[in-house]
Nanobody, 122 residues
């Protein structure tokens, strides 16, 4: 499985951005999919995860209430809608897929995209 994250860019505080993660192959619909992020000099941080059918989601405390994860299995694509962006949201955002895992830990994920940079300016 190859994952391609896109949609990053420069946005002002309080603004919105939608990231996409497109997957290759025909098994996307069976994977749990997640977003993580990593700011310079910091560890990778959990953003959120969505179950294979979109029925369940979990969000990290730092973004809860400001982001929404969704997916379209017909398009092999997952989305991250981010609103009210803050300076602390500046990071490279990675999407990840898990064959059998679930949750907030990076070790649960088998495949990773290359990341897309989000920069929030004041």
């Amino acid at each position: 499985v190859q994952l391609q994250a896109s949609g990053g860019g420069l946005v002002q505080t309080g603004g919105s951005l939608r990231l996409s993660c497109e997957a290759s192959g025909s098994t996307f619909g069976s994977y749990s999919m997640a977003w993580f992020r990593q700011a310079p000099g910091r560890e990778r941080d959990f953003v959120g995860v969505i179950s294979w059918n979109g029925g369940s989601t979990i969000y990290g405390d730092s973004v809860k209430g400001r982001v929404t994860i969704s997916r379209d299995n017909g398009k092999n694509t997952m989305y991250l809608q981010m609103d009210n962006l803050q300076l602390g949201d500046t990071a490279v955002y990675y999407c990840a897929a898990s064959v059998a895992g679930w949750g907030m830990h990076a070790d649960a994920y088998d495949y990773w995209g290359q990341g897309t940079l989000v920069t929030v300016s004041s």
